[in-house]
């Protein structure tokens, strides 16, 4: 992107102006309610080129999701009404299409029988969450002070319409659609309150309230689908969710405060630890409240492009046959390298390249044991971040380390490094 803006000299900045001037190719800063123009050199200062990139896949990421939202929903519509149609009340689903389910057997059967025997009390479950969002509308309005309580009070109302939405288009797609209805809350909330009045926080607030309860319900349904077949009571693991998340409010901040000391630039984009999802999502809150005035000139027509593009490729996805389909490129994934860079997509070649020369040795053996292998590797690798952390914390320096260079600059280290003996 660099390059094709540089051209624009004299179009899109002034080309008089130094490659170093903040007017000019080096940059806009971001600041908490709008993009402008600085006369400083402060860290927080972006590229033009950077922001039109953040901007650009913000856009596919918006549009990959409002095509598998409204795919989602179409899907979840049509899946209900059939099956609302044809299935006897007092029943549980047994089959995700529409074809006329066969006699259920035995193990069907018992499955069935387990999991209606040891319901959880409606009352639990209303009273539950009215107390939730008490304690919600008290207390985030003294954390997040332009976060009004009838803002959440508002979130609150909404959000089971939408987690139910979302549990039952995930039960029947495999596909979580919470962070559309956090980046939907963000718009919504934002332009609600307006730039003045805190919207980007207000913003972002709403969109954590709003994923958590969405985000919790599809997470619970699926923990409910593995205990219907393994026979484990829904009470049990409903109690094992309510302990695992209060467990869960004691250990997530103590290891980001773990990581916000050991690492001082930590959420920087040239960090070790960019936290490239917070830079989607502020500059989201900016858009939704600032309006796209504050864009570069020029970047709300490549938005446009993009955004279309990411509709386009899936409907390409979706058209095509499963065999033409996998060699076209996924908008979201595309979309990811705009903000923590293209060094990820080595990784991810080496692993594909693995997974083929396994499929091609043995396609059942890969079929069954890839998915554990690449939890194995991404358990591992989150594990090793907490020491990691810890050595950091504690100031200890690696014995060795490793670089790759070019071979012109490999060549230079070399003649230096002969001057020296």
């Known amino acids: 992107m660099w390059p094709l803006i540089e051209n624009q000299k004299g179009n899109w900045y002034s080309a008089t102006l130094p490659p170093s001037n903040l007017h000019g190719l080096q940059g806009y800063r971001v600041n908490s309610l709008s993009l402008n ?17 953040v901007f650009i896949g913000i856009a596919m ?7 598998n939202f409204l795919k989602v929903l179409h899907r979840t519509t049509s899946a209900f009404i059939t099956t609302a149609r044809k299935r006897p009340a007092g029943t549980l689903p047994v089959s995700d299409d529409d074809r006329p389910t066969s006699a259920l057997s035995f193990d069907d059967e018992r499955r069935t029988e387990v999991f209606l025997k040891d319901q959880i009390p409606r009352w639990i479950a209303y009273g539950g969450y009215v107390v939730v969002a008490i304690v919600s509308i008290v207390t985030l309005p003294h954390i997040f002070h332009p976060l009004r309580w009838y803002f959440v009070l508002v979130a609150y109302v909404v959000a089971p319409i939408l987690a139910f939405c979302n549990a039952y288009g995930c039960g029947l797609t495999d596909w979580s659609l919470a962070s559309t209805y956090g980046k939907l809350a963000i718009f919504i909330f934002g ?7 805190g919207g980007v926080l207000v913003g972002l607030a709403a ?43 004691v250990i997530a901040p103590c290891v980001f405060w773990l990581f916000f000391k050991a690492y001082k630039d930590i959420g920087m984009p040239e960090s070790e630890y960019p936290a490239p999802y917070a830079i989607i999502y502020r500059n989201m809150a900016i858009l939704g409240v600032v309006g796209f005035s504050s864009l570069p000139e020029h970047c709300l027509t490549l938005c446009y492009v993009f955004f279309a593009l990411a509709i386009v490729i899936n409907l390409a996805r979706d058209i095509a046959g499963n065999k033409v389909a996998r060699f076209i490129p996924i908008p979201m994934a595309m979309a990811i390298p705009f903000y923590i860079g293209s060094y990820f997509a080595i990784d991810m ?10 499929e091609r040795r043995n396609k059942a053996k890969a079929d069954a044991f890839a998915p554990a292998m690449a939890s194995g590797l991404i358990c591992g690798d989150g594990i090793w971040t907490l020491p990691q952390a810890v050595l950091a914390l504690a100031q200890v320096k690696p014995p060795i380390c490793m670089k790759f260079l070019s071979r012109t600059m490999n060549d230079k280290v070399d003649a230096y490094i002969s001057t020296l003996s």
């Open 37 to 53: 123009h600085v006369n400083d050199d402060s860290s927080s200062i972006l590229s033009l080129s950077y922001v039109v990139q």
């Open 61 to 67: 990421i918006l549009g990959d999701g409002l095509y």
């Open 191 to 197: 332009a609600w309150v307006g730039a003045g009045n």
């Open 207 to 249: 969109c954590g309230v709003m994923m958590s309860i969405v985000s919790t319900a599809s997470d619970l349904m699926q923990d409910f689908k593995t205990g219907y077949l393994t026979l484990a009571s829904p009470r049990s693991m409903f109690v094992s969710q309510v302990i695992g998340t209060c467990m869960g409010c």
């Open 349 to 358: 070649f080496i692993g594909s390249v693995i997974l083929y020369v396994w």
